[in-house]
């Protein structure tokens, strides 16, 4: 008995075909590093140390702090972020977001401390506004000398 073999069927995918399966895996890997990066096993809601011990003063009249010097400006020093608010007031909380540790910026139109990462927004006062972040950021004493041009930052 002999074996035959029928040609198969059309086999060309069409061009719209193949460029949907392309792109829904493409979408599909990407999704998946993100889910990834995002997991539980990530550090999740990484606690300041609030035994940490910070005591520093920053001169207003050094270059690398005259960030400080104009409503919004900040600057980044010990792990500790100091901003001046849209109300000219100094304010000082930890650096790093309590959610994965990425450093925070500030957003002097919302007068909020930011995570360019995943997005948590922290007050003035490093509660939290919007997360993925649960635990605020922990909050140091400012204390301004106008006279000296100093800004001192203790817990």
Known sequence: ???????AEN???PRHEFFRLVGTSIGAILLTRCMAGCSAQANPDPTPD?????????RLDEKINENLLVKGGYVIKND???????????V??????????TELTFKSVENQFYCPLHQS???TTGQVVVG?????????????NTAAQTIRVHN
């Open 1 to 7: 008995m002999e074996t035959t073999v029928t040609p």
């Open 11 to 13: 086999t060309i995918m």
């Open 50 to 58: 609030p035994t940490l011990k910070i005591d520093f003063t920053l």
């Open 80 to 90: 500790v972020i100091v901003a001046q608010t849209k109300d000219g007031l100094y």
């Open 92 to 101: 000082a909380v930890s650096a790093k977001c309590t959610h994965q540790g």
């Open 121 to 123: 927004r922290f007050n």
């Open 132 to 144: 993925p972040a649960t635990q605020p950021l922990t909050q140091y004493i400012v204390e301004v």
